[in-house]
């Protein structure tokens, strides 16, 4: 027999699996005549267009129609591409290949059984009849009456269904007329389609578009529903519009049936050199309070590139009461202030300039017109530090001009220049420094005789110092370390009582500020003292890993003279001593982690502010959570959170956060989380305090998640992850 029916045949076959391909070749052992039994085998060669055929036996026909059957097994790759079945047939009229009995396809993203297939050479397809299939970057499977696959990897299927559970469980079945997956997009669209889960109907959609990977496109997402005590039942349709790849937008109507239709609209952008998000919420007609309702919120950064940087946030609602309404947590309920600014700034090793302006919208009512924050507009700031020879010049300075409706007016300029002698050696460290700090203003809207042109002049001086010691441990591959720190101030008496304080107050001290010259926070006072602050603070390092097993700090700061500067309103500072501030933290074993601050006075005093934490997570999925919060005349509160599988399948999380002073519950949800092989229950009842007032509200979420599909229900696994520290709503 010629060896030319076997070339044909070759070349068919090669045609034929590699779907249209405009540049192919094929190799087979034809170095000598073959018999019409001879098995046929390819040559592996590097080229990944070479088809590689592999057949057990080959029977051809010879003539103006020729045609080739092989049996006992035949394979054909291509690169990363397979076919294979127990026979096939070559038909030159129809100018396709036919594979009969137990045809299998694979490529990197697919995997296709069959009983029989056709490829199409001239349409450059695969068509399946009775086809199951798997796409193994998603776990998706399913199985179809018809299947079609063509050259540009798109599947289309008809009388199909698709889910994502393993083989042997179909806990949810998406069943339809066709659907057609684009696996190198990764995008599927469906028509005439019906969701099942546990054999019952709970979706029919005439369309749909869903992704099988992680590829964005425009459509609608799933729906969100939930319930709550101010607003009724609520329902979100959002809409996910992909503009462009570095441009999106959601669109999100909301529908609280006790206020009305809702319109949310979120804007994301990047660039080169600019990214940003801006939201903008609107509620035409409020049904509780006959009124329209709204939010804006614009964040923006460029960065020019060689330090220079632009910042831009706005924030403004309609009513002091939108947060508590429509917000959704007590976090934003408690929202006083909104910051809005246009920022540019500068930063180099040596240099950093700053420029904005800057406004507050202040949205709590009850704080009176003389308490709420200035206007910058603007402000400017330049910082320098200037290495000279032994010395470290440097420089704090700022222009800004404050602005309100209410009380005095006016610029302020400060200059503080400083110079330090910096000594750092291996161990230990010691910095004496000087400064001169420069104040004027220039005021408006005094009261009749006061001063609109005043100035202050003060001279700083410090040292600071400090050890760094350490040693081995007892326990091989640790390391211990006590870092004693000294600091010295010397701040002379000025007279400040006539100056406008406009953003200066007198923050609570802590292991920060127990080591900042000026007592006070801003510069419309700087302290007189004569001082030294004093501290200590041991770790222990584990060498092979890096981690800090522990740390302790422990420090005070002890006044030689009383105090006379003060805020207006307040008295002078007279305690000799300030409060001790101490902090530890420890990573007990493997899955405890312990943290606590406390800050506490001498004699009868007692205890200031006090906090602790402590987190015991064993495995991924087994977190609970103990924290303490106490400050003094202010709060007292207990937060336990967890998340604790009760079965294999079943998890129970919550949260409890309780107010001792109040005797009240702040906010509380319980729930249940059941999850599946592909598929996860979300059970979550809450209650909380929603409003500045005290007002409660209560609220009810079902989430089902359908892995790899979508989830349906209220958004359950973010309330879970705000509330649960460490906790992961990522289903496995």
């Not at 070479?50 to 020729?66: D, K, W």
């Not at 289309?156 to 339809?176: A, K, M, R």
Request: glycine share 8%.
């Amino acid at each position: 027999m010629s060896p030319k029916p076997l070339i044909l045949a070759c070349a068919l076959l090669a045609s034929a699996a590699t779907y249209g391909a405009d540049d192919l070749s094929c190799e087979t052992t034809l170095g000598r005549e073959l018999s019409v039994d001879s098995p046929l085998r390819e040559i592996v060669v590097d080229n990944p267009e070479t088809i590689q055929l592999e057949a057990g036996t080959l029977e051809a026909t010879i003539g103006e129609n020729p045609t080739a059957r092989m049996s006992g097994g035949v394979q054909l790759r291509r690169d990363d591409k397979f076919a294979g079945a127990d026979s096939a047939r070559y038909d030159p009229e129809l100018r396709a290949l036919f594979l009969e009995g137990g045809v299998r396809y694979e490529d990197p993203g697919t995997q296709i059984l069959s009983r029989s297939a056709e490829f199409g050479y001239d349409l450059g397809r695969v068509r399946f009849e009775g086809a199951e299939f798997s796409l193994g970057s998603s776990n998706a499977r399913g199985a179809a009456e018809e299947l079609e696959i063509n050259q540009s990897g798109t599947l289309i299927l008809g009388g199909v269904e698709y889910t994502t559970c393993p083989p042997g469980s179909e806990d949810w079945l998406l069943q339809g007329k066709s659907i057609k997956l684009d696996t190198r997009e990764g995008i599927g669209t469906a028509k005439g389609m019906k969701l099942r889960f546990k054999g019952v109907p709970i979706l029919y959609l005439p369309y749909i578009s869903f992704p099988i990977s992680d590829a964005r496109k425009s459509g609608l997402l799933t729906p969100e529903i939930g319930s709550s005590g101010r607003s009724g039942n609520e329902l979100r349709v959002p809409y996910y519009w992909n503009i462009a790849p570095n441009y999106d937008a959601t669109i999100t109507p909301r529908l609280l049936t006790s206020r009305g239709m809702q319109l949310e609209t979120q804007f994301r952008y990047l660039t080169v050199k600019n990214e940003g998000q801006i939201t903008a919420d609107y509620l035409p007609n409020d049904e509780i309070l006959d009124r329209a309702r709204h939010q804006v919120n614009l964040t923006h950064r460029t960065n020019f590139g060689s330090g220079w940087r632009n910042r831009i946030n706005y924030r403004a609602v309609s009513d002091g009461q939108y947060f508590e309404d429509l917000g959704g947590s007590l976090s934003v309920s408690s929202i006083t202030h909104l910051d809005r600014h246009v920022r540019f700034d500068y930063y180099s090793e040596r240099l950093s300039l700053l420029a904005q302006v800057q406004d507050y919208q202040t949205i709590d009512d009850a704080i009176d017109p003389s308490d709420r924050p200035y206007r910058r507009v603007p402000q400017l700031l330049l910082n320098a530090n200037l290495p000279a020879s032994v010395f470290r010049l440097g420089l704090d300075s700022e222009v800004v001009h404050f602005d309100r409706d209410v009380g005095v007016t006016g610029w302020r300029f400060n200059a503080a220049p400083s110079v330090a002698v910096p000594v750092r050696k291996p161990g230990w460290f010691f910095v004496p420094a000087v400064a001169l700090d420069y104040t004027r203003y220039e005021l408006a809207d005094t009261l009749p005789g006061e001063s609109t042109e005043i100035t202050r002049t003060v001279p700083i001086s410090s040292v600071d110092t400090g050890l760094v010691l350490e040693r081995m441990t007892s326990s091989s591959n640790r390391l211990q370390t006590i870092e004693p720190r000294l600091l010295y101030v010397n701040i002379p008496y000025r007279d400040q009582d006539g100056l406008p304080v406009f953003d200066t107050i007198t923050p609570d001290i802590n292991l920060v500020q127990l080591y900042r010259k000026n007592r006070f926070l801003g510069v419309d006072r700087i302290g007189d003292t004569e001082q030294v602050s004093l501290g200590v603070t041991s770790r222990i390092l584990d060498l092979s890993t890096g981690r800090e097993l522990m740390s302790a700090t422990i420090g005070q700061t002890r006044y030689f003279d009383d105090r006379q500067v003060a805020l207006p309103g307040l008295p002078a500072a007279t305690f000799e001593t300030s409060d001790y501030v101490a902090q530890v933290r420890f990573l007990l074993l493997e899955n405890i982690n312990f943290g606590f601050g406390h800050q506490w006075g001498t004699g009868d005093n007692g205890v200031t502010k006090s906090e602790a934490r402590l987190q015991y997570r064993p495995a991924g999925n087994k977190i609970i959570n103990l924290a303490y919060r106490y400050r003094r005349e202010s709060l007292e509160q207990g937060d336990l959170s967890w998340a604790w599988p009760l079965a294999k399948r079943w998890n129970f999380v919550g949260r409890y956060n309780y107010s001792f002073r109040d005797d009240a519950v702040l906010e509380q949800f319980f729930g249940l989380e059941y999850e599946s092989c592909c598929w996860g229950l979300r059970l979550v009842t809450r209650r909380h305090i929603s409003t500045r007032d005290g007002t409660r509200d209560s609220s009810f979420g079902l989430q089902l998640v359908l892995k790899g599909m979508t989830s349906v229900g209220t958004a359950a696994d973010k309330l879970l992850e705000r509330g649960i520290l460490g906790y992961s709503a990522d289903l496995q």
